[in-house]
């Protein structure tokens, strides 16, 4: 019998972001700063020195989004919440911000109001800057898991009576290697003195790591003690990580793509899920490599109720390299016959190679043995950056590396039998790109920085329902066109049909289109004073429960007592 075509049942799908790359206003409604807002402002921080002060301008056109992310007819919505926005000083003793819960109330209010499941990441890189100055954040396990702890808390109290899905920690491998190891990312600190002028990469980023596995697990003991009793949600950590491949058939290079995937995700899978560092982590690092006390590791294990998987690419993986944040091991793209294991992206470290997530997605269910959440997955298109509106909206590459992960995940449910409950494809739209500035795009929506105008790609096309009336898409132009290959609605068209019912029947809002035929948007419509009048018109008043208003009451007398 022919494999199913169909998703699970209760099959969880939509797009993901992260606060600072997409929300702006930075200096608005009590927001504190991250450890991003100066970063990023130092000169040769980003590829194109520009900075998140606006990004793609999501705090002021937060509703227009979730209408777009309605028309799309997502199920879920996967964005993070700023800390500094919450409690701008970030300390446990420090006051919490009202407006901050207020925003991400309402947000959420919106999201469920059109049927869409909010899915709520704590931490996505941007510690409040006051942690980092008042004792160096991560690297302080005594005062940051207790600071980090409280923040979780707050945001339980304040939105866990309407969010059933938690993520603590977003890809911890890069606050650790690139914030503190390679020094690329805030807070920027390296052994390099040409990068920073300060920090050790041989031992803080295993500090660092260490910290904030704690601060997850603590998080997590809080969450299942506390609230998990009368909120009924999930919580766990969603982690990056390619999978390795050897670069031929030694020994030597298949040990070494274990070896990669130790480094790159045994590093925090294999003790929040199996109780242990990997062996040859501390055969590498010896006394550089920390320890959890007893009492912490039994916190430490078991403190995910799932397995959040982030993953882009595959690597071919050669020993003998000489980079310890890669476990020594030398990555490469191209095949001992000299040919490229897939298209390239815009990203230099990412390839086109679907047969590595479906082998990854196997990997992880038999070693963890877990449900899996695909958290983020994606593509950005090389010079997509230098494109007009038009060329930028047919992104041939990235819908060709979205049918290849697409029909992965199918086979890894439907012929290998692995558990997998979500799938994110990154992003919801053009953001910041961290490091990369703006050079680099990896959304299924174009956004035009000058205008904040947004214009669906052909890989939403692919990807999801498309309001005919809303959405103006390019017509494919010759049968070897990508787009004759493809018919659009990808998820609609293999949702379980009771499951879709059951989600539909959740919205009580209708939002017509936001965004009209392209050639009516020259002006930017989405930021234009028009649209957001129509917009407003479009979108009732929040409705606030009773719990929610008590909440807001609740965190402003808590501020005026401090």
């Known amino acids: ?103 991400y109330s309402k947000f959420i209010d919106e999201l469920l109001a059109h049927g869409i499941i909010p899915f709520v990441t704590l931490y996505h890189w941007d510690l409040p800057q006051g942690l980092q100055d008042r004792y160096g954040g991560w690297l302080n396990k ?199 294991l897939g298209n390239q992206a815009q990203s230099a470290w990412l390839q086109d190679y679907p047969d590595g997530f479906r082998a990854l997605l196997n990997y992880l269910w038999k070693r963890y043995k877990l449900p899996i959440y695909v958290t983020e997955n994606g593509f950005s298109v090389k010079n997509e950056s230098d494109m007009n509106a038009d060329e930028a909206v047919k992104d041939f590459d990235r819908v060709h590396y979205f049918q290849g992960t697409t029909k992965a995940l199918l086979d890894a449910v439907n012929v290998d039998g692995v558990d997998i409950r979500a799938y994110f494809p990154w992003s919801f739209l053009d953001n910041l790109e961290w490091a990369d500035g703006y050079t680099t795009r990896f959304g299924v929506t174009y956004v035009d920085y000058e205008t904040q105008q947004r214009l669906p790609k052909d890989s939403a096309r692919f990807l999801i329902k498309v309001r005919p009336q809303s959405l103006v898409l390019s017509e494919p132009s010759s049968p070897s066109d990508p787009r004759s290959s493809f018919p659009p609605q990808w998820f609609k068209e293999r949702e379980d049909p009771e499951t879709a019912a059951k989600w539909d029947a959740k919205a009580t809002k209708t939002v017509p289109p936001v965004f009209g035929d392209r050639t009516n948007l020259t002006n930017g419509s989405a930021s234009s004073k028009a649209a957001t009048k129509a917009s407003d018109n479009a979108l009732p008043a929040t409705r606030w429960g009773f719990r929610t208003t008590f909440m807001k009451f609740l965190a402003a007398l808590l501020a005026f007592i401090r």
Not at 185 to 207: K, L
């Open 1 to 103: 019998m022919a494999p199913s075509t169909k998703l699970p049942k209760d099959f969880i799908w939509g797009f993901a972001t992260a606060s600072f790359q997409i929300e702006g206003s930075v200096d608005v409604d009590g927001r504190g700063k991250s450890i991003w807002d100066d970063f990023l402002k130092l000169p040769g921080k980003t590829l194109d020195g520009k900075n998140g002060d606006v990004a793609s301008d999501s705090y002021r056109l937060w509703k227009e989004d979730i209408a777009l992310l309605a028309s799309y007819g997502v199920r879920s919505y996967r964005f993070s919440l700023a800390w500094s926005r919450i409690i701008p000083l970030g300390g446990r003793n420090d006051p919490v911000n009202p407006k901050g819960i207020e925003f």
């Open 142 to 340: 005594e005062e940051v898991t207790l600071d980090y702890e409280n923040y979780a808390r707050v945001c339980f109290e304040a939105f866990g009576d309407r969010v059933q899905h938690w993520l603590t920690i977003n890809e911890p491998w890069c606050c650790a290697v690139l914030g503190h190891g390679r020094g690329v990312f805030a807070p920027g600190r390296s052994s390099d003195r040409n990068r920073s002028p300060e920090g050790n990469s041989s031992t803080e980023p295993w500090i660092v790591a260490h910290n904030i596995i704690l601060a997850h697990a603590k998080a997590v003991k809080v969450y299942r003690e506390q609230f998990k009793p009368t909120q009924k949600g999930q919580i766990g950590i969603t982690l990056n990580g390619d999978w390795a491949i050897p670069y031929d058939d030694s020994p030597e290079n298949i040990d070494a793509a274990q070896h990669a995937l130790d480094f790159a995700i045994g590093w925090y899978a294999d003790p929040v899920y199996l109780g242990f560092y990997p062996p040859y982590m501390r055969e590498v690092l010896g006394d550089r490599m920390p320890d959890f006390t007893p009492q912490e590791w039994s916190i430490v294990k078991g403190s995910s109720d799932f397995y959040g998987m982030n993953t882009y690419t595959t690597n071919l993986c050669r020993a003998g390299g000489d980079d310890e944040f890669q476990g020594l091991v030398d990555y490469t793209f191209t095949r001992p016959d000299g040919s490229q």
